[in-house]
């Protein structure tokens, strides 16, 4: 039996190069393959698993359901190793080894393997930047780096690789421009997969060349500017998905033009306008979802003829008027989502299949009808103006939306305010005879008028006292100041009565709700062991939930602490952002407590990860995994400058964060920065009842240092922010733990200290602030000099001295163009004698309101995108100079 095998394998060895038989043998000992997998004495080609071989040659490799001895592997090289190795397989044309964890960057080797169809490295553990010899696999037809840890561009490892038709680099943390070039070359792409990584800038018009595309994935990322429709001409394309970017415009009509179309997802970007009527040209449209975007106007009638389609999800936008009764018929309609909207009017419930509906969310709209309660779940249709339903807006908050809108509560609307003249009032009894729907009318009349009367008296007298708050520019103004009065006017303060909180003053809240038995479970009964920290508003927890996912449960108390939650909710009502702590939910079950659910940050916050040193007072030592180094920081210094510019330059009202400290600052596991602590968050709209709520909330405390020279409306600008930025910037770079938390004599003498040692031209003087654990030396050391420099800019007491976020945010991602020669900076200097850095680059926040703000913001931006870097250079020379000149003076307290 054994003289058998050994001939069939010796048969086989003679159809096979010798060489390849080799290099198998010499990859199965790199690999440390399973004993019992890839057998010595069996023949590769038939008895090894993921082997393949045609003619003789090894042709296909897959590594996917490969055992291997992880505690043998030498992981240094083992990437590069095998490379070579497959280098001498000269007729492989596909390598797929997803699962395999090589734990190491792709070598410049991966170049060698020209052949190669197809590469898999899905879910390698890959990590570190693309190599650019990638573009010379000249080859390849399929790629996927999915699910890694790769970083950098991809611009350039791409630029050659004209003949694929499937990529997929999704689930890594790529940044930069999405490859313009390779869209321009790659005419046969069928399948585009760049999800979840942090790419930025603009979507390429000539994306709209790929003919062939069918499947396009950008969602997750930070693009920017309007969504291209108008250039994709994808008549094949059936899936799309932009979804969680900084996209914003109105959607095109030429959306149309992809009629293959069976998935669309444009959730949480900034869309704006109507949803177009041409969409049902989409016939096969099977899954559209708009929510969380600021889309308004009604809900086109020709989305009710897309009979294929199965999803519709349009929740948190400002869409409103009726909602098409067709589309409760829809055939194969199973999931409605359209809560936190404006819609109102009639729900005709007898017309839905609940055998078919699996999901249903009507909630926080000003629906009238009659829900079925043992067939739709209560907090499916919460906050409405439904009839015999628990939990509904008062009647009074329904008559006064419905004065907004321009109907009258229980009267027949005109047709000119509700097209197609539906009612929204409910029926009449029809057994009624015809005498008593006369007197009915007569009586209603009557009434009528002189609740119109009252009405208008109201009106006048409103208008007098509060005229800017009652003049609705958008809808959006529109929804936020509704939601705020109707906080006041269903829940109670805590002053007068408790302090007792309904779930409307949660309405604008994210998130899913979450049953209370399930957090008490999580946190064990709210164990004090597994208290994190007792947080300005409320009691912070970590707790692990049945699935295995740990979050973090913010308990508040509605007799204690509501004012400052109240605050932070209308932060989440306005903004989102991926710096800004992630809400997952809510439970509202209790009523003298509520809960709010936070993604858990296994960093914590910043200050608990500077903090590397005993503790001689307290006894103790504090430790994280590993001190941060250089890039670490800068990462994290830019990370919050992100935040704070999307709050003050892309809000509208801008929002003040009010709390920037290195406790604020939260870290997930990739060291991403999570903007936290925003109970202090205050709006600009100064006009507002978001405004007026806002201020009777207000807690009173003292002023930071440097807070001299601000105003009210100072404040209301950013420049606190600022200033408190300008701190931070000084603990990152000395590791001097506390400064942004500290306010005493030691401290204040501390940051003078600091600020005379910045000086752009001596460095050597930068040496005696940075903290002793850095390494830093080379570009690194430009990096923290540029660093210093905008600390100190942040740090004057004069508010027109100070950078905006924005400017701020610019100079901290392009450090080195401070440092350009010399010479250059001489020569330009002379033409832009009169200009300073804060006006020219980081400019004045001088404007009051937030469009005025902006706008200016945008103007410099203009200057400098025309000059180009030698504008930036002739404003970093005014600014250094400018820099110099601060005196000592301007950063003591007064």
């Known amino acids: 039996m054994a003289g058998r095998n050994e001939l069939h394998l010796t048969d086989a060895v003679l159809n096979i190069d010798a060489q390849e038989i080799q290099t198998l043998q010499g990859l199965r000992e790199i690999l440390q393959v399973q004993d019992g997998i890839w057998q010595k004495n069996k023949d590769p080609c038939y008895d090894w698993p993921g082997v393949s071989c045609k003619n003789g040659h090894v042709v296909s490799l897959s590594l996917s359901s490969v055992s291997y001895k992880v505690s043998l592997r030498d992981e240094s090289l083992l990437l590069e190793l095998t490379v070579q190795a497959l280098s001498h397989l000269s007729f492989l044309r596909s390598f797929n080894a997803t699962g395999y964890e090589f734990r190491g960057c792709l070598p410049e080797s991966i170049g060698k393997l020209n052949k190669l169809n197809i590469l898999d490295l899905t879910r390698t553990a890959l990590q570190g930047a693309v190599p650019a010899s990638l573009k010379l696999l000249t080859s390849l037809e399929f790629l996927s780096l999915a699910e890694n840890n790769l970083t950098g561009s991809v611009s350039p490892s791409m630029d050659g690789l004209a003949d694929l038709k499937h990529l ?23 399948y585009v997969d760049l999800s979840h990584n942090k790419f930025e800038n603009q979507i390429p018009p000539f994306i709209g060349q790929l003919v062939n595309l069918r499947h396009l994935a950008l969602g997750h990322n930070d693009l920017q500017g309007n969504l291209p429709i108008k250039h994709l001409n994808l008549s094949r394309l059936e899936y799309l998905d932009v979804s969680a970017n900084n996209l914003q415009g109105p959607i095109a009509d030429t959306i149309s033009h992809m009629r293959s179309l069976a998935y669309l997802n444009l959730e949480r970007n900034y869309f704006t306008g109507s949803i177009p009527s041409a969409i049902s040209n989409c016939t096969r449209l099977q899954t559209l979802i708009l929510d969380r975007n600021m889309l308004n106007n009604n809900l086109p009638p020709s989305v009710a003829t897309l009979s294929n389609l199965v999803t519709l999800s349009l929740s948190f936008n400002n869409l409103s008027g009726i909602i098409p ?4 018929t829809l055939p194969k309609l199973t999931t409605l989502v359209v809560s936190h909207n404006l819609f109102f009017g009639p729900i005709a419930f007898k017309e839905l299949r609940p055998r078919l509906m699996q999901a249903l969310d009507l909630s926080y709209n000003f629906l009238q009808g009659d829900p079925a309660r043992e067939l739709y779940p209560v907090e499916n249709v919460v906050k409405n103006c439904f009839q015999g339903a628990p939990n509904q807006h008062t009647p009074k908050a329904c008559r006064q939306f419905y004065r907004r809108v321009g109907v009258a509560w229980h009267e027949m609307p005109p047709k000119s305010v509700l097209p197609g003249g539906s009612s929204v009032s409910p029926l009449l009894d029809q057994g009624h005879t015809h005498k008593n729907k006369l007197l009915l009318i007569i009586l209603g009349c009557a009434v009528g008028g002189a609740f119109v009367l009252a009405i208008a008296g109201a009106c006048a007298v409103c208008n007098e006292k509060f005229k800017d708050n009652l003049a609705f520019k958008d809808n959006l103004e529109f929804k936020d ?17 408790g302090s007792s909180l309904d779930k409307d003053t949660f309405s604008s809240f994210l998130g899913e709700s979450f049953p209370y038995d399930k957090l008490h479970r999580a946190t064990g009964g709210f164990s004090s062991s597994q208290m994190l920290a007792n947080g300005q508003s409320g009691e912070l927890y970590k707790g692990i939930l049945e699935e ?4 973090v449960v913010k308990r508040v108390y509605t007799t204690k602490k509501i004012e400052l939650c109240l605050k932070e909710l209308q932060v989440f009502q306005r903004a989102s952002h991926r710096r800004l702590i992630t809400v997952l939910g809510h439970c509202m079950d209790a009523p003298d407590e509520k809960f709010l659910v936070y993604k858990y940050m296994p960093y914590g916050d910043l200050a608990s990860v500077l903090q590397m040193k005993n503790d001689i007072h307290e006894g103790t ?20 400058a992100e935040g704070l510019t999307y709050l003050h330059h892309e809000c509208s009202p801008p929002i003040v964060h009010g709390n920037v400290k290195a406790t604020s600052i939260l870290l997930d596991e990739k060291f991403e ?10 709006s600009e709209d100064t006009a507002s009842p978001a405004k007026l709520i806002s201020c009777l909330f207000s807690l009173s405390r003292p002023l930071d240092y440097g807070d001299a020279d601000l105003t009210t409306t100072d404040r209301s600008k950013g420049s606190k922010d600022v200033y408190d930025f300008g701190k931070l910037l000084l603990e990152l770079l000395s590791g001097n733990c506390g400064i942004t938390e500290r306010r005493d004599f030691q401290t204040d003498s501390w940051v003078e200290w600091a600020v005379s040692l910045i000086h752009v031209h001596d460095k050597e003087a930068l040496y005696q602030l940075l903290d002793p654990s850095l390494v830093v030396c080379g570009d690194f050391l430009d990096e923290a000099m540029v660093m210093a420099v905008v600390a100190k800019a942040c740090l004057s007491s004069k508010v027109s001295k100070r950078p905006n976020m924005r400017h701020a945010l610019k100079a901290l991602r392009n450090p080195t163009l401070l440092f350009q020669e010399e010479k250059a900076r001489s020569r330009l200097s002379q033409v832009w004698s009169q200009q300073s850095w804060n006006t020219a680059l980081f400019g004045a926040l001088r404007s009051v309101g937030a469009s005025s703000s902006v706008s200016a913001s945008e103007n410099n931006n203009d200057i400098i995108s025309t000059a180009g870097n030698s504008t930036f250079l002739v404003q970093n020379a005014s600014f250094v100079s400018e820099i110099e000149e601060l005196s000592l003076g301007e950063i003591q307290e007064v």
């Open 325 to 328: 009764s067709k589309i409760f």
């Open 548 to 551: 295995g996912t740990v979050v």
């Open 621 to 640: 030592f504090h430790c994280c995994q590993r001190p941060l180094d250089w890039i670490t920081r800068l990462k994290i210094a830019i990370g919050v």
């Open 168 to 190: 997929d680099l999704s689930y890594n943390s790529f940044t930069g421009s999405l490859p313009f070039t390779l869209f321009s070359k790659a005419f046969q792409l069928v």
């Open 673 to 682: 920065v999570r903007l936290g602590s925003l109970s202090f968050a205050c």
């Open 481 to 497: 100041d509704l939601e705020l009065e109707i906080i006041v006017e269903e829940g109670e303060t805590n002053t007068e009565r």
